[in-house]
């Protein structure tokens, strides 16, 4: 079998921090590019916000300078006063409307940029090949639909927009600055790189401990989901105490990351503030000796040390925001390396192929799921339109490889597998798997009714079809005792029908299809003597002209095929009927009398 994935699997090592910054921003940019002209009337109200707080800011100084405190000394101005104030007021009210439509406009342009990439995501998914899921946790692969999104997400919601705001209003400060005050703003500027530095080293840091939370996040999710999906199987062998232990390894891993990127995330904000004060006080004690020494007016000196606050403000957010920016695209990274790997390729030479009868044949094969681990070596097998072929031997000597390259989840390294005679690299996958009907042993069933499950098998069927299918994989009998019948809704992966049950579903699924080739692997495993008794009566029917090839541990359910393949380490060491290997004495011959003497 192909190696499975652990908690370990798959990209679940550190994030550092986007290879290309550019090239990631502008990927992620574009899925908002359908919704350009709302994202240009959220800027244009970005723009009319910041305008007018740093009007009604700047208005300070003549409602101070001449109804306040005039410089004639002739005293305070009560209905100037108020005009000004009530002017201020109304500037002010227009930036609140404008950050309220610039808030409503970007949650609905973040949310549909959202949806695409999660789409695309879902998209891309279907086209990935088997290889990518066998070595991937359901978690890990979760956890890119989730907190990756997620981050992006709170990015698109809110960082951008904070950060065009925030540079508006730094050069809109600045140039105001400017115009109250020259020396005062040489002052704030000194101070202006210092913050800036300080604030982008934090930043840094910052990247690179919110991308390890990001994969330790990842790590934790996939063990969860493995592990509750586990449940039964660690209460049984009582491992509940390793279970335990291991899971707080990965939860003190959790801990720490979040720990160091929570630190140097929360750290900003107070290092920020502090250079923001120390900026404040030097602002604060030239602008009255300049009030003293030089004339400056105290209207100009309170409005430059609001200003000075205004100036440091976005810096502080700035920086603040460069932490999120960079853990929504060391997020977006991992999402679009799955968006980037590599689908199931369509070969130049590949054909649909609708009419298929269903001669197999498998010519010198090898494969190893690994380079440098062969599971099939050199193996051939042929089956004729109608015929049972049987894989029998030990776990892992390669039975289920076999039908994993019949249908092409996995591509052989040597060798030729060809039905009807043509090479089924040169077959759509998508044609061939429709004319391939395949029982696993893992059952998985879908939310909806037991009639829709069934159909699973061919979407074109009526609920007649349905139901006879049902009848041949004795599937019918325990439907009928079903609360709503074919109509009862299954969930939770049919939970609430036993493991047998859920099998019978999945063979008449089989039934259903009207697809040439049959692969049943451990089909009856999960249910009991009798009712395989009953399934095998109505298989019969079922495999009746069709190339049919089981797996099978009970040897009993095989007696009947046209030839069996007894497979060891990856190589047939024996073929032939079931009364002829038995004459042979040899490894069938062992596995039989085997299991026969455990019955």
């Known amino acids: 079998m192909p190696p499975m994935g652990g908690r370990n699997a798959g990209n679940s090592g550190p994030v550092k921090k986007p290879k290309d910054t550019k090239a990631a921003l502008k990927r992620l940019m574009s899925y908002t590019r359908p919704d350009r002209g709302r994202m240009a009337f959220a800027f244009f109200c970005v723009l009319l916000s910041s305008a007018s707080n740093l009007t009604a800011s700047y208005m300070l100084r003549p409602i101070i300078n001449n109804y306040i405190s005039p410089p004639d000394g002739s005293g305070g101005n009560i209905p100037g006063l108020l005009q000004g104030l009530a002017v201020m007021a109304a500037v002010y009210l227009v930036g609140v409307a404008a950050t309220y439509f610039q808030s409503r406009t970007m949650i609905g342009v973040s949310q549909r940029a959202l ?287 076999i039908t994993n390259l019949i249908t092409r989840f996995y591509d052989i390294d040597e060798g030729e597998i060809t039905i009807d005679g043509v090479n089924i690299e040169n077959i759509t996958r998508e044609s061939l798997r429709k004319n391939i009907a395949v029982v696993l042993q893992d059952t998985h069933l879908f939310t909806g009714t037991v009639m829709e499950n069934i159909r699973y098998g061919r979407l074109d069927a009526t609920d007649r079809e349905v139901r006879a299918a049902a009848l041949t994989s004795s599937a019918h009998g325990f439907i009928r005792h079903l609360p709503d019948g074919y109509d009862t809704v299954l969930e939770g992966d049919g939970s609430n029908l036993s493991q047998g049950q859920r099998q019978l579903l999945n063979i008449a699924r089989a039934a259903l299809s009207t697809a040439p080739i049959l692969v049943l692997d451990e089909a009856t495993s999960s249910v009991d003597t009798m009712t395989e008794k009953h399934i095998n009566e109505g298989m019969d029917a079922l495999m009746e002209n069709r190339t049919t090839f089981v797996i099978a541990h009970r040897l009993s359910t095989i007696r009947n095929a046209d030839a069996i393949m007894v497979l060891e380490h990856g190589e047939i060491i024996e073929r032939g009927t079931h009364e002829e290997l038995l004459a042979e004495k040899g490894r069938y011959y062992e596995l039989y009398t085997g299991m026969k003497e455990l019955d």
């Open 115 to 401: 949806s695409r990439i999660r789409a695309e995501l879902f998209e891309k998914m279907q086209r990935l090949p088997v290889r990518f899921f066998d070595t991937r946790t359901t978690g890990e692969i979760m956890s890119r639909y989730t907190n990756d999104v997620d981050t992006i997400g709170e990015m698109l919601n809110n960082t951008i927009v904070q950060i065009i705001s925030g540079s508006i209003s730094i050069i809109g400060t600045l140039a105001l600055m400017l115009y109250t005050n020259v020396w005062l703003t040489i002052v704030t500027l000194i101070m202006a790189p210092l913050m800036a530095k300080v604030g982008t080293t934090i930043a840094a840091r910052s990247r690179k401990r919110f991308g390890r939370q990001q994969a330790a996040l990842g790590e934790v999710n996939g063990f969860i989901e493995e592990h509750v999906t586990g449940q039964k199987v660690i209460k049984v062998f009582c491992h509940e105490g390793k279970t335990v232990e291991e899971f707080s390894e990965l939860n003190d891993k959790l801990r720490d990351a979040q720990v160091k990127a929570q630190f140097a995330g929360g750290i900003m904000g107070p290092a920020m503030n502090a250079m923001s004060q120390v900026n404040y006080t030097l602002t604060a004690c030239v602008g009255s000796l300049l009030c003293v020494l030089r004339g400056f007016d105290v209207g100009g000196l309170t409005v430059f040390v609001n200003f000075s606050r205004q100036f440091s403000r976005p810096i502080n957010e700035f920086a603040q925001q460069l932490t999120i920016v960079m853990s929504a695209l060391a997020g977006a990274e991992r999402v679009f390396a799955v968006m980037d790997t590599e689908p199931e390729k369509a070969g130049a030479d590949e054909k649909p192929m609708d009419s298929i009868k269903g001669d197999v044949e498998i010519n010198n094969v090898t494969f190893g799921y690994n380079p440098d681990k062969t599971v099939l070596k050199n193996v051939s097998v042929y089956a004729h339109p109608g015929q049972k072929i049987a894989l029998v031997g030990s776990t892992g000597a390669g039975k289920t490889t």
